[in-house]
């Protein structure tokens, strides 16, 4: 079977056991169960299938945690039972009473709706009665009648501005802390906060990896003198301090890891043929493949389907192979096939981004195909840019994976790297905060009211150069003033925006400038945030379609004034669904995105900005307003590279110059201020650095963007994402004029001659 990849057999050399050892009630941080008080139960318990999930055997155990504790760091393997339990056992046990809620966070939106209507079923109600959910843009809950509430962190932060001491939760659960986003650290640090002025509050903080002492020596008070270790909140036992951990012993089987033999040039390939190996020796058990993104996703469906055909058709093999896509943007019930079982004489093959590694649980997989990369977002402060990159998986992400085999029986784990290459990967996976640009936030944070962001307490620091590169840019953009605090006419409207600051920039400037184009940009900045991914959706195998569907709607101004041709014509045809599959466009994100733009308007006009107005196609003044947001992601078209080997009728590639301050005269007219003074009365962007090397950078616009054949000769761009071969490839474009850069951000560019 899979040895024909040139995997390792087991036995051989690599092999490697799989199975994390859990202690159970021996646990030395369990208090004494004698000392117990008994929690005050209001709602009665009925039995049911889920008491047979390891979390359920703890129940007692964790409550009484939760008590006598202010924050308890809950360990469990995926599928234990973290999310969907522990908090009903809270809600169960009283913790709802007197109107408050039980919060639980996740990294993930399509993580927390999941969730939310799994435990609604569970707790046999309506999604959003007792049981709801609130993701950004969309909230499924009543207030006064919701007791569990499933955000997402980002939802939660944004709580805080109106809400600093989440006065209305009892109880915070953050989920999946061992993912680190940005947000749950952002998380953590303003949870360990609002403790000191809220002694009843208590924070669970749930992780499927052992990060446990980190968690526990970041919320332990210590000797810090200002903290008073033990508090009395009324009856009962004393509430420590110290942070309790309880590891929940899991149920899981061991997973045999193979490795391959000689690396593989194209992990996509590799991975269908490994799934397809694994079909051929016709053993039970659901295949998950872990890729990186979308179109890696679809190409590799669009190749099983192949095979699956092919197999079918020779027959011989007793269960047919069902090739299944899993990733976020992916609409809920094109997920739904994904998580239901496999029809009779099927076996499921499901292709997924990292969102199977621990926030979705997938039943009956018994075989794990990882590629061990991962998409991930990388910033770079000395080009003050990030990118989307394909980077290695950590040792634990693969560990997680693999553990995704050993849910119902023994399982395989059959990873596209050598065993030695494996050795080389980090042990874990480098904090988003540590690896993201920090604008967004920056603006939160000083929002929140956090002015020293620089002595905040951090669970892992963020570099401080990407640190004083947020800042930087925000001057740039008027979010702070001179002191660094938001000002009155960007900043602070801004924050409540809860915007991109980018985007949010552009908003409001479309709002203000002497040919308003509030309309548009309500429309452009609506369809951007709820379809991050564009609007369309691409079945497997009609790449041409697609391309085709696009040029449709394609304008020489760029990606985002496309965007708004699709809206119009949208509204044209009635908002008609057969319209919409016609046009290869998805219902759902137009649907998502009319939500998102009645939400923004109404948030506009809460801010006091005039009416929305159209600039009835003057397109240049729409281009200013996207410049007024994007201007520091201008690039300049530099010259055409033809590649000696391929036909003379090949295009070349059209590479593009970023325009970042980087001193000297420059040839093409126009170039970002350097040494010059921003809006904080500090060097601007890039003069700290030196002579920045961005004119190596080399950028190329993205073959999916409409302009990725126009060549026009100045952009500004939304996203970066690295390619294969290493190139950052421009999304979002727009193409500008020299002179709109001039005239929108005098303080960041100049002319050079
Ligand atoms: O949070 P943790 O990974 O510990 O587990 P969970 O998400 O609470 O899942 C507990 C059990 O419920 C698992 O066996 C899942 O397969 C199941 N579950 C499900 O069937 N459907 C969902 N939408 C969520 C969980
Ligand atoms: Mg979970």
């Known amino acids: 079977m899979a040895q024909q990849q040139g995997f390792l057999k087991p036995g051989e050399r690599s092999k490697k056991a799989f199975g994390v050892a859990f202690e159970g009630n021996n646990d030395p941080y369990v208090h004494n169960k004698k000392q117990r008080t008994q929690p005050p139960t209001s709602h009665q318990r009925r039995p049911r299938d889920a008491d047979r999930l390891p979390v359920a055997k703890y129940r007692r155990q964790l409550l009484y945690l939760v008590e006598t504790h202010a924050t308890v760091v809950v360990l469990g393997e995926t599928g234990s039972g973290k999310t969907t339990q522990i908090p009903q056992f809270l809600d169960e046990a009283g913790w709802t009473e007197g109107g408050r809620m039980v919060a639980c966070t996740q990294p993930r939106r399509a993580a927390a709706v999941t969730v939310a209507s799994r435990v609604a079923e569970e707790a046999g109600c309506e999604l959003g009665e007792a049981v709801g959910y609130a993701v950004r843009f969309e909230s499924v809950m009543q207030q006064g009648m919701t007791r569990i509430k499933f955000l997402t962190d980002g939802v939660l932060l944004r709580e805080m501005m109106e809400d600093p001491l989440l006065a209305r939760y009892s109880v915070v659960m953050v989920d999946e802390a061992h993912e680190r986003s940005l947000a749950t650290d952002m998380l953590l640090g303003l949870l360990k906060k609002v403790q000191r002025r809220r002694p009843d509050l208590r924070l669970i903080v749930a992780s499927a990896t052992l990060q446990a002492e980190e968690l526990r020596a970041f919320f332990d008070p210590g000797r810090d003198s200002s903290v008073v270790k033990t508090v009395q909140p009324g009856p009962g036992a004393p509430v420590q301090r110290t942070p309790a951990i309880i590891s929940i012993e899991g149920r899981t089987h061991p997973v045999e890891v193979h490795f391959l033999q000689q690396p593989c040039s194209n992990y996509v390939v590799a991975s269908v043929e490994t799934a397809v190996d694994i079909h051929k020796a016709d053993l039970p058990g659901d295949i998950l493949v872990f890729l990186t993104g979308q179109q890696e996703v679809e190409d590799a469906v669009r190749m099983l389907d192949r095979e699956a055909e092919r197999l079918s058709a020779s027959s011989g093999y007793g269960s047919k192979l069902l090739p299944l896509p899993l990733y976020a943007g992916l609409t809920g019930t094109a997920q739904a096939v994904a998580f239901s079982p496999a029809p009779r004489g099927y076996r499921k093959?499901?292709?997924?981004?990292?969102?199977?590694?621990t926030s979705l649980t997938l039943?009956?997989?018994?075989?794990?195909?990882?590629?061990?990369f991962v998409k991930q977002r990388a910033y770079n402060p000395l080009l003050g840019l990030e990118a989307l990159c394909v980077a290695p998986v950590s040792k634990a992400s693969a560990t997680q994976r693999a553990g995704r085999a050993g849910r119902v029986r023994p399982g395989k784990a059959f990873r596209l790297c050598t065993a030695q290459d494996f050795a080389k990967l980090p042990d874990t996976t480098v904090p988003e905060m540590q690896r993201a640009e920090l604008q967004g936030m920056v603006l939160q944070l000083k929002a929140l009211g956090i002015d020293n962001i620089m002595r905040f307490e951090w669970l892992a620091p963020p570099p401080a150069e990407a640190m004083v590169r947020a800042l930087e840019a925000l001057a740039a953009l008027g979010?702070?003033?001179q002191d660094a605090r938001l000002t009155q006419d960007v900043g602070l409207p801004l924050a409540s925006l809860s915007l991109d600051p980018s985007l949010g920039k552009a908003l409001l400037t479309a709002f203000r400038q002497s040919v308003p184009c509030s309309q548009e940009m309500l429309t452009i900045v609506a369809m951007l945030t709820a379809a991050p991914h564009g609007p369309w959706v691409a079945p497997p195998g009609v790449r041409k379609a697609l391309d085709e569907a696009k040029s449709r709607f394609a304008v020489v101004e760029g990606d985002l004034v496309s965007l708004l041709n699709v809206w119009r014509?949208?509204?044209?045809?009635?908002c008609s669904a057969q319209w919409c599959a016609k046009q290869l466009l998805n219902q759902h994100s137009l649907r998502k995105a009319e939500e998102v733009r009645k939400q923004l308007a109404r948030a506009c006009a809460r801010l006091g900005l005039p009416e929305p107005e159209s600039c009835d196609g003057d397109m240049d003044h729409l281009r200013k307003g996207i410049v007024a947001g994007l201007f520091m992601n201008?690039?300049?078209?530099?010259?055409?590279?033809?590649?000696?080997?391929a036909p003379e009728s090949d295009p070349g590639t059209h590479v593009y110059r970023l325009i970042r301050p980087v001193g000297g005269a420059d040839a093409t007219g126009v170039r970002a201020r350097s040494g010059g003074r921003d809006g904080m009365?500090?060097?601007?962007?890039?003069?700290?650095?030196?002579?920045?090397?961005?004119?190596?950078?080399?950028?190329?616009i993205h073959s999916g963007s409409v302009l990725a054949r126009c060549r026009p000769e100045w952009v500004v761009f939304q996203t970066?994402?690295?390619?294969d071969s290493g190139w950052y490839e421009m999304q979002g474009v727009t193409a500008v004029q020299p002179d709109m850069l001039l005239e929108v951000a005098p303080h960041f560019f100049q002319k050079s001659r």
């Open 349 to 357: 093959c499901v292709v997924a981004t990292n969102i199977a590694e």
């Open 363 to 372: 039943e009956g997989v018994v075989y794990v195909v990882d590629s061990c």
């Open 479 to 481: 979010v702070l003033d």
């Open 569 to 574: 014509a949208w509204q044209e045809h009635g």
């Open 634 to 645: 201008a690039a300049v078209f530099e010259s055409t590279d033809h590649n000696p080997l």
């Open 681 to 700: 009365g500090r060097a601007a962007p890039g003069a700290t650095t030196g002579a920045l090397d961005a004119g190596r950078l080399r950028l190329r």
């Open 720 to 723: 970066v994402q690295q390619s």
